[in-house]
């Protein structure tokens, strides 16, 4: 593909086809066609409403959100007025739209996730159901489901009713969420869609209490801040499970953090905490990844999926890399998806940046007044951004340092006609060492 020529958009997640990969995240555009004023919602690859549940139900008292550095803790509980009245009220709008619909449902007891999506059964414009098992589970001593393998087993197995491909959203608080993951998929979950928000609390010192109304229980973290989660969670199911559909979830705001996701093996993204800063974020996220390919040429972006858990080195077959635009990554889409079931990832993958095939930007140069943004917790005041800068400072001459050893490594080594030890950029006896090319497009 030329630069400046169409970009294929178009993916897949688990059986439901979609324009391309840029969706919304449950619970942060609405119960339905509330973005309406700000974006074209037919133009997003879907939006996933707030979950539902068979019943309404009241959520938290508030306060219930509350600003962090680099995101938000939110304990809305997840009111509603529940799947009846959400299929009259809201989703017609979102049908008028032409809107792609996931709806999202929750439940306290398995038979609630039965009875929410035997409701959901021929909705018009539902192309799927998430099944958000971040809920304490009433049978299981308010255990979350999403903490336990057979309880979100249960979940999605009861999900069935809806006669809808099964979508799992999965928590990331759990060490066991690969073994969870898998056991979704055995239930009959088509995707993965990685992650929930991350446990949290704050304190109101002043007041010497709790900032959410849900006091002690505290709330999730979103926002960049979970990016790096989102990130691992995505990439250590991709490497476990390379045929299920992945949808990436947490701090997207930007199209470099979507393909960031789409690298890690997501096959497409959900916004969330962004459109609160912005309602067009979504759209904006679309525009800059389309932006992105463009600049890449990467003329498809499924062929992007996963390239982070491919060979570490471009294959001999890869001479042309970077004349008419690099295809190495794309073929490599292509067959992972015709059954290349590759399940381990190479030490330093991440490094293999297609020659001549990656352009630097602006755009994602400007991450780094967003790492100064986000280490001083969005302040504009001269003394956090001083600290700030000073922290910088600091990581940088360690990685400096670091690199001069390796370097001095690969000399001796070289010498003594030993093999070459870890490039810089790979792990080297515990630390790692960043490259230049490592802060390209990440915080
Ligand atoms: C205010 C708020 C409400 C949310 N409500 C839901 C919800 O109803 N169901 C759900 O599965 N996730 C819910 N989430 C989680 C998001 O869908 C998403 O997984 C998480 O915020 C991470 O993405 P982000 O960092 O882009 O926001 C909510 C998040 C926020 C901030």
Known sequence: MRLGGAVDLRTTVGSVELPNPVLTASGTAGHGAELAGYLDLARLGAIVVKSLAAEPWPGNPPPRVHQTPAGMLNSVGLQGTGVAAWLVDELPRLEERGARVVASIWGRRVEDYERAARLLRGAPGVVAVEVNVSCPNLEDRSRMFAHSAS???????????????????????????????????????????????????????????????????????????????????????????????????????????????????????????????????????????????RRNRVGDVRSIVGVVHGPAYPAPDDTLAGTEGYEGGERRGRERRQGDRRRSVPRGAIHNVPPGGETRDAEDHADGASLLGVLAGGAEEPEARDLAQAMLAVIERRADQQAEQVAKLVEVATLVGQSVPPRVGEESGGDRVETEEDNDDND
């Not at 209490?209 to 002690?216: K, N």
């Not at 609160?276 to 759209?283: E, S, T, Y």
């Open 151 to 293: 309880a979100t087993s249960d979940a999605v197995a009861a999900a069935a009713a809806a006669d809808l491909p099964r979508w799992v959203k999965l928590s990331p608080n759990t060490p066991d969420l690969v073994e969870i993951a898998g056991a979704a998929l055995e239930a009959g979950a088509e995707a993965l869609v990685l992650v929930n928000t991350v446990l949290g609390l704050a304190v109101d010192i002043r007041h010497r209490t709790y900032r959410l109304g849900s006091g002690p229980r505290g709330g999730g973290l979103s926002g960049p801040a979970i990016r790096p989660v989102a990130v691992r969670a995505v990439h250590d199911c991709r490497a476990a499970f390379p045929e299920a559909g992945i949808v990436g979830v947490g701090g997207v705001a930007r199209g470099v953090d979507a393909v960031e996701l789409l690298m890690a093996g997501a096959d497409a993204v959900e916004v969330g905490t962004a459109t609160f800063l912005n309602p067009r974020a979504p759209a904006k996220v679309l525009a800059e990844l389309t932006a992105w390919c």
